[in-house]
């Protein structure tokens, strides 16, 4: 994590290089961002279920090659037909087999590890959102106060240090409650 500066200045919201109007400010909050692990469990075992099952077939396959080199090649030895041919098939799945299980389980591992993070988001009218952290969080529970004071008063101006979140995959965490709607599609209520 690194340091960027948070201030308010001039009806403008900063956060590091990036500006948000104080107007276009729909939301600000804290809540603990926690990785998906349960999900990337169940993600690896689904991969690993098709790995297995597609290395398995092909693994039958190269055994069926085998057997029609053993039957069709009578000058060579059944050994040397199956090398050649269905033999190397089943070694090339099973070594590419095991290398996609290693890179999924890193994968797997990556999210299981993940810290979870208390931030302070702040959400726009638009699709974008800021998130930034800090070491105590009853810092960015003040910082809400600060921000929703200059919501209400846009001459405020303050600047203060915070914690700028990097995660690689956003897909892998929980970004606070999912609300439902009806008369859309896909909604899946409120999650805790």
Known sequence: MTDIELRVSKRLLWVGAAAYPLRNIARVYTFTLRPKRKEAVFRFLARTGIILAVAIGLSIIGGLISLANEAGDSGMSPYEGSQSSGGGLIIFVWICSGAALIYFFVDMLSVVTAPSH????????????????????????????????????????????????????????????????????????IAA
């Open 118 to 189: 208390y931030v302070l988001a702040i959400e726009t009218a638009g699709p974008s959102t800021a998130m930034v952290t800090s070491r105590t969080p009853q810092h960015l529970d003040q910082l809400v106060g600060y921000v929703a004071g200059a919501l209400e008063n846009p001459d405020t101006e303050f600047q203060v240090t915070v914690e700028q979140l990097t995660i690689n995959s956003p897909t892998n965490y929980h970004f606070g409650d999912n609300v439902n709607m009806y008369g859309g599609s896909g909604n899946v209520g």
